[in-house]
């Protein structure tokens, strides 16, 4: 990656921010192959994802900021902190997905010590990814949103929708895209 930084004009023209609409591209071609059970294709965004990873690296690294081992050991480090089940103290016996998962965000809040429970939600994200992100938060914090299906307001029926489909297990996002393809030619 340093060596097309350095070789090539485009890669060497980019930043962080004329760089964030290809990361967000990439991500969602990775979903895309995620959704068609194509491992091909899955290892080819796989590897387009990655190189968004390595080239905000490299970019980083030229300015002084971070490496990518710096990447590296940080993320490995909080996989520790927040699996204290697989390597730490916390005894994995009998522990489900949703106990594992309590930890996480147990250990996340510690961490983060943000002082509302949507801190840290980027507002950018796809609205039913949004909604359905909003919802978890205050129903772990114990304030349940309440929403009203028969109300005349077009969001606040999908944001019952998105509730719906909490409670009953269902990704809203992953639910919309599955329909949205059943009817595509």
Known sequence: MRRLRAECPWKAAQTHRSLARYLLEEAYETVEALDTGDATHLREELGDLLLQVF???AIAEQAGDFTMADVARDITEKMYRRNP???GDVDATGLDPAAVNEVWESRKAEEKQRTSVTEGLPPALPALLHADKVLDRLERSGRPAVTDADDPDLGDRLLS????????????????RDAVRRRLP
């Open 55 to 57: 080239l905000h690296a």
């Open 85 to 87: 089940h697989v390597f």
């Open 161 to 176: 929708l998105v509730a719906e489909a909490r409670a009953s297990g269902t990704d809203p996002e992953q639910a919309l």
